[in-house]
């Protein structure tokens, strides 16, 4: 059980294209999703929590018209990188929590590697 | 500021020994605790997750928590080469929407 899955695993874009990936949970519903970053040998950054059905939360120095989520479902969220440049190139990992409580676990995607030319 | 800290490491123990990974965390509300594993150019996986003070086992893994010295750890007995990976710990801060902070990690590297 607890199975995320993330679409596209890889993607390369020219740069000023958008992206949008996608993240879903298989097998649970998940109130909350949040969306990570994370660059070569560095730690994870979280960039955003979305709650179904509500405006995502970002955090400081993300800039949220430059990362778009949308959580329409209690199974999908998705992020859209909007004009992509080569600095967004990165891992993109989603992961998602059945519950807002303090005791659930959240489950991770196996993570989209973007790369903008 | 809320934070978990790890130290980065490298820890290197050699095969069947036990690994002991540790954390500190700064907030004393927290609630749950977790230990994930990330290999490199994964996502990381859940391993163990603990909420009470003292030891929770599960197979080769025991995560041990104190939440009086705001410690979390995380022992792996008879360490495989496969078990090489950065271990990372996490804390959902209290105040409603337990967001989750992750320590940096500490890189574990079994030799054989």
């Known amino acids: 059980g607890a199975v995320v899955s993330q679409h596209p695993s890889r993607v390369i874009c020219k740069s000023g294209t958008s992206v949008k990936i996608e993240c879903r949970s298989l097998?649970?519903?998940?109130?909350?999703m949040f969306w990570y970053r994370q660059f070569p040998k560095q730690s994870l950054m979280l960039m955003a929590t979305?709650?179904?059905?509500?405006?995502?939360?970002?955090e400081q120095g993300v800039e949220k018209d430059k990362f778009l989520i949308n959580h329409a479902s209690l199974t999908l969220s998705t992020l859209t990188v909007t004009s992509a440049h080569p600095e967004d190139s990165s891992f993109y990992i989603c992961?998602?929590?059945?519950?807002?409580?303090?005791?659930?676990?959240?489950?991770f995607g196996p993570g989209t590697r973007l790369t903008v030319l | 500021q809320k934070e978990v800290e790890q130290n980065s490491g490298p820890l290197s123990v050699p095969e069947g020994a036990i690994a002991s990974l540790n954390c500190t965390y700064s907030?004393?509300?927290?609630?749950?605790f977790f230990w994930y594993r990330q290999y490199s150019g994964k996502s990381p996986e859940l391993i163990m997750s603990?909420?009470?003070?003292g030891d929770k086992e599960d197979g080769r893994f025991t995560a041990q928590l104190n939440k009086a010295s705001q410690y979390v750890s995380l022992l792996i007995r008879d360490s495989q080469p496969s078990d090489s990976a950065t271990y990372l710990c996490?804390?959902?801060?209290?105040?409603?929407?337990?967001?989750?902070?992750f320590g940096r990690g500490t890189s574990l590297i079994v030799h054989p």
């Open positions: 097998d649970f519903q998940a109130t909350t």
């Open positions: 603990i909420y009470s003070n």
């Open positions: 979305s709650n179904e059905g509500s405006k995502a939360t970002y």
């Open positions: 996490a804390v959902n801060i209290g105040g409603g929407s337990y967001i989750p902070t």
């Open positions: 992961s998602a929590r059945a519950s807002g409580g303090a005791f659930n676990e959240q489950f």
């Open positions: 907030d004393r509300v927290s609630q749950s």
